[in-house]
């Protein structure tokens, strides 16, 4: 292994580690599966926000039987090895280990989680299977049986999966239908609808073109809308110019795809292009299926396959450029990163060590309604030093509801999920 590549590996786990430290249990892994699992017998596997997700309800669900240092442990662990086999796959590409070093710190000063966060690793899965197809479009690679089963495994995490099935298509038309493309096809195609909820508002084809239709007319209306960034009064933003930026670039080569089937060019960026064609369609899919599900603007994670494709395709420049100053410009990148999050990290660190103290001090919690807690007519308060977690008992129409109460001690988040185990609502009617 090259240096270059071994900073690459080391680098992921940094940027893990600074997530768990600064943001474990965060979003999604705090106010959906953490207390689910912990505060509720709510089934491993239940429909939340129109699907299941398989792999992180899973890993949520084991972990909910350890301590809360080893479940917030095993939270940041699952999503850092589905990184580290991001990165392996961008090596099997021949990206440049400089380009994926400055990808890399560019991720971590903008935006850790997909690193640390359990529920973001659904980000890292799509892009992998992506990755998974580029690699198949290659000459001297053919779709294999591991490579099914790892597609089978990824695609578990979300419905997104179904993004990079035109990438079958594409290997497909390249080089012939094999065993293997087409058990990835069904792949693709069966385990998205099966993850789906069928009840759901955020599955129904009339929904998706409303709100895609909708999205558009706000972005038509005042452009400016897009290059805004949500949770902040600034008017733009590094994080939102590199997004947008990877957006443009996502289009230009799915347009010069399109182009290139009539006139067939030929050289190493046609090769490329084509080549990284299933990981740029995919991350172009899931911008649009982002205008079809969110609001304006939308959220970084839907330009995220989008900046993996782009950092892999401006790779094919790097030939370019001389190796010592491609090496210059990586390094400077990933040492920036590390030295802008280290400074973050130091002025943490009081809030950390609390976190973690009482982490370390709490036992594990009880599932059942125990004595000596507080009663509110159904709903029991539960006091931690970290956690308040309102539970409600079991009834006929409603198995377990919950939320993280804000220093204010006002509810902060609030899910209700029915027997079915269906999310239902954020809010009690």
């Known amino acids: 292994m090259r240096a270059s ?33 912990n505060y509720s017998e709510l089934r491993p596997l239940f429909y939340y926000a129109g699907y299941i997700s398989v792999l992180p309800q899973l890993v949520g669900y084991l972990a909910s039987e350890f301590p809360f240092l080893i479940q917030a442990l095993m939270y940041a662990i699952f999503p850092c090895v589905l990184s580290l086999w991001m990165v ?24 850790s989680s997909y690193f640390s966060n359990l529920s973001y690793s659904i980000w890292i899965s799509v892009a992998v299977i992506g990755l998974i197809l580029a690699s198949g479009m290659r000459e001297s690679h053919d779709l294999g049986y ?4 790892a597609i089978l495994f990824l695609s578990l995490s979300s419905p997104l999966a179904i993004t990079m099935l035109p990438g079958c298509v594409m290997i497909a038309l390249r080089k012939g239908i094999s065993i293997n493309v087409a058990l990835s096809s069904l792949i693709l195609l069966v385990v998205p609808f099966a993850l789906r909820d069928p009840g759901g508002n955020r599955t129904g084809s009339s929904s998706l073109v409303s709100d895609f239709t ?20 600034l008017p733009i933003s590094v994080e939102r110019v590199t997004e947008v ?7 230009l080569v799915v347009a010069y795809l399109l182009v290139s089937l009539i006139l067939k060019p030929k050289g190493e960026i ?11 369609v995919g991350a ?66 009081p809030q950390t060590f609390a976190n973690f103290r009482s982490l370390v001090t709490q036992a594990c919690p009880s599932k059942s309604v125990a004595d000596g807690e507080d009663c509110i007519g159904d709903i029991v308060l539960r006091h931690k030093n970290w956690h308040v977690a309102l539970i409600q008992k079991e009834t006929a ?3 377990a509801s919950y939320c993280v109460l804000n220093a204010d001690r006002q509810p902060d988040s609030f899910m209700i999920f029915d027997p079915d185990g269906r999310y239902v609502c954020d809010l009690p009617d």
Not at 9 to 30: H, K, M, N, P, Q
Not at 90 to 111: E, K, N, Q, R, T
Not at 245 to 251: D, Q, Y
């Open 5 to 37: 590549e071994f900073t690459c590996y080391a680098l992921v786990c940094y940027i893990s580690a600074y997530g768990f430290f600064t943001r474990f249990l965060y979003v999604e892994d705090a106010t959906v599966l953490f207390h689910v699992f």
């Open 88 to 111: 392996r796959r961008l090596f099997v590409l021949d990206i440049s280990p400089y380009f994926v070093m400055a990808l890399l710190g560019y991720l971590c000063v903008f935006d």
């Open 146 to 149: 591991r490579d099914s089963v």
């Open 214 to 233: 909708q999205n558009l007319s706000i972005i038509a209306s005042d452009p400016a809308t897009f290059l805004t960034l949500r949770g902040t009064n």
């Open 245 to 251: 930026f990877s957006l443009v670039c996502v289009l």
């Open 270 to 280: 046609s090769e490329h292009a084509v080549i990284l064609a299933p990981l740029v």
């Open 284 to 349: 172009f899919l899931c911008f649009v299926i982002g205008l079809g599900v969110a609001s304006i603007p939308l959220g970084a994670r839907y330009y995220f396959i989008a900046v993996i494709a782009t950092a892999s395709f401006l790779s094919v420049f790097s030939g370019s450029l001389n190796a010592r100053y491609l090496s210059v410009i990586g390094f400077t990148v990933a040492i920036g990163a590390i030295a802008i999050t280290g400074y973050r990290l130091q002025s943490d660190l």
């Open 397 to 399: 129409d409603v198995i």
